[in-house]
């Protein structure tokens, strides 16, 4: 039906940068919105970034000035640039892409570790 790929996690040291990408394949249908959760040990998932089928992008606070969400719609990926990182990043980063016949679709996510 529809499969989300994520990559682009690993372990950085704090102040250093990381993309992560969310590739969509086996589904044309319409996007209402796209976005990247966050889910740090023993915490609930937190919306960290989301772009709307106009473009507007939206930031946790936390991440702002920091982190850009992005889309390249030819190659139906989505991406997190994120620099600066800090210890407190740390957590398995999900993308998620709202349908709207489908509804919200999940990639299985990609752990981002920030330590010296």
């Known amino acids: 039906q529809v499969q989300l790929v994520e990559s682009g996690g690993g372990l950085v040291q704090p102040g250093g940068s990381l993309r992560l990408s969310c590739a969509a394949s086996?589904?044309?249908?319409?996007?209402?919105?796209m976005g990247w959760y966050r889910q740090a040990p023993g915490k609930q998932r937190e919306l960290v970034a989301s772009?709307?089928?106009?473009?507007?992008?939206n930031y946790v606070d936390s991440a702002k000035g920091r982190f850009t969400i992005s889309r390249d719609n030819a190659k139906n990926t989505m991406y997190l640039q994120m620099n600066s990182l800090k210890p407190e990043d740390t957590a398995v980063y999900y993308c998620?892409?709202?349908?709207?016949?489908?509804?919200?679709?999940w990639g299985q996510g990609t752990q981002v570790t920030v330590s010296s």
């Open positions: 086996g589904s044309i249908f319409s996007i209402y919105a």
């Open positions: 998620n892409v709202r349908y709207r016949v489908l509804g919200d679709q």
């Open positions: 772009i709307t089928s106009g473009g507007t992008t």
